[in-house]
């Protein structure tokens, strides 16, 4: 069974800052690896899809990254601001299986 | 575009009521799923559908029954509502499930059972 955990699950930090959030996996077998944001209250919004044969993808002040043999991706937010306040969840989708696989999240919070 | 819709967006039932969610897109997807959030244990599947007449179950599937008539919708059935099964119901949808194409989700129905 596919294990997505995401370090850390809370995370505050002051405008401005550069962060990353970290996400990982137990099997390598994926096709892909998707972040979202979700608001509170909100549903989830898709931020980046990084297919397995990728190592990163880029949107605006956003850069994801995979590493598929480590089991690793991180999300790399730059000059972070108090509007990047949400929840942000991984999730890797697998050949044996027919949907995703959600990590719990990391709640961040930028102070202005 | 309208995306992903559901219908509620809120109910509160009563234990052992029946109500069905109803999830539409107009992206011409063939691919549907809910999923279920609560605190802690982040989102699951429920069902899903890779096409129009087809539903499979998902990770936790016992209490729901799915239907899929219609491409463009997907509805998620209660027979009798438990108080375990409140929730944030999310529903998605995808182009293509060969190669794993982005999914795009709803805003979700906030469920309460009493």
């Known amino acids: 069974k596919q294990e997505v955990t995401q370090i850390p699950a809370a995370l505050s930090v002051p405008e401005g800052e550069n962060l990353v959030l970290n996400c990982s996996f137990t099997?390598?077998?994926?096709?892909?690896l998707q972040w979202f944001r979700q608001d509170p209250g909100k549903g989830l919004t898709s931020l980046l899809l990084?297919?397995?044969?990728?190592r990163e993808q880029t949107s605006g002040r956003l850069n994801a990254s995979l590493d598929k043999s480590s089991g690793r991706s991180t999300l790399y937010i730059a000059a972070s601001q108090p509007g990047d306040s949400a929840t942000y969840l991984c999730?890797?989708?697998?050949?044996?299986?027919?949907?995703?696989?959600f990590g719990k999240g990391t709640s961040l919070l930028v102070t202005p | 575009n309208a995306g992903v819709t559901q219908t509620p967006k809120f109910r509160v039932l009563k234990t052992g009521q029946s109500m069905t969610l109803l999830c539409a897109q107009d992206?011409?997807?063939?691919?549907m799923y809910w999923y279920r959030q609560d605190p802690g244990m982040g989102l699951r599947l429920i069902h899903y559908?890779?096409?129009?007449?087809?539903?499979a179950k998902g990770e936790v599937p016992d209490g729901y029954n799915v239907s899929r008539l219609k491409k463009q919708n997907f509805l998620l059935g209660l027979e009798s509502a438990a108080p375990s099964q409140t929730s944030v119901y999310f529903c998605?949808?995808?182009?293509?499930?060969?190669?794993?194409?982005?999914?795009?989700f709803g805003p979700g129905t906030r469920l309460t059972v009493l």
């Open positions: 998605a949808s995808s182009y293509s499930l060969a190669g794993a194409t982005e999914q795009f």
């Open positions: 099997d390598s077998a994926i096709y892909n």
């Open positions: 990084i297919q397995s044969s990728q």
């Open positions: 999730a890797v989708f697998r050949p044996s299986g027919y949907a995703l696989n």
């Open positions: 992206m011409n997807h063939e691919y």
């Open positions: 559908s890779v096409g129009e007449g087809t539903t």
